[in-house]
């Protein structure tokens, strides 16, 4: 069993569209994150979800809405897509708490997004 | 400027060297995490130092923290093309809520 997906794997749109991107994690953790890989592979941290509750936004632009429906599932939403959108996004999820293991983060395989 | 710096960017060595990268701070950090990304897929937890000073095995790859909890090193041994990826460290604070990483080492090992 796979224990974070996203789908979809590739997304090809062009400028203007809106899409979305959905991950589900069946670790039973409590804690979901978006982050953006560029082309540098720099991996930058998006959104964090705690329990379907909002506690980490990076200055991201509004175009991009993240929605948790429950402690399993982060969604993506991004509206009015531009070229400089084009990377790739991880969803992951860890598991909050004391001591050793806190966020230690388990990454979906990606979206690889491209505007044209 | 990045809170994680990582040496080197690029690495491109033959099978059965051996290899070390850093990840160094000036911030001391509760934890640093390893992870590698293979192409196309997305990063995996190596390992996760805690105690400054430790050091953890895990076959081939030897994971230390820094006795100051600021910095870490990765040795490989032996390298074998299989361990070609991006190699990411992270780091986390109690008070940040997430972890930090570092712009990786890209390792490339030629058989």
């Known amino acids: 069993d796979t224990a974070v997906s996203q789908t979809p794997k590739y997304l090809v749109t062009q400028m203007g569209n809106d899409k979305s991107i959905k991950c589900e994690q069946n670790?039973?953790?409590?804690?979901m994150y978006w982050y953006k890989q560029d082309s540098k592979k720099f991996l930058k941290i998006m959104f964090s979800y705690n329990n379907k509750e909002l506690i980490i936004n990076e200055t991201v632009p509004n175009r991009f809405s993240p929605k948790s429906p429950d402690k399993a599932h982060l969604n993506l939403h991004i509206n009015s897509l531009e070229l400089g959108d084009s990377a790739v996004y991880f969803c992951?999820?860890?598991?909050?708490?004391?001591?050793?293991?806190?966020?230690?983060?388990?990454f979906g395989p990606g979206t690889r997004l491209t505007v044209t | 400027t990045q809170l994680l710096e990582q040496s080197p960017q690029f690495l491109s060595i033959q099978e059965g060297e051996n290899l070390t990268v850093y990840c160094n701070s000036s911030?001391?950090?509760?934890?640093l995490q390893w992870y590698r990304q293979e192409p196309g897929e997305g990063p995996v937890l190596l390992v996760t130092v805690v105690t400054g000073g430790e050091v953890k095995k895990l076959k081939r790859l030897t994971f230390q923290f820094g006795d100051a909890r600021k910095d870490s090193s990765l040795h490989i041994t032996a390298a074998q093309p299989g361990d070609t990826g991006l190699y990411l460290c992270?780091?986390?604070?109690?008070?940040?809520?997430?972890?930090?990483f570092g712009p990786g080492t890209s390792l490339s090992v030629i058989p």
């Open positions: 670790l039973g953790h409590d804690t």
């Open positions: 992270a780091g986390d604070k109690t008070s940040y809520d997430k972890v930090i």
């Open positions: 992951a999820s860890s598991q909050s708490g004391e001591g050793t293991g806190t966020y230690e983060q388990y």
């Open positions: 911030s001391v950090f509760s934890s």
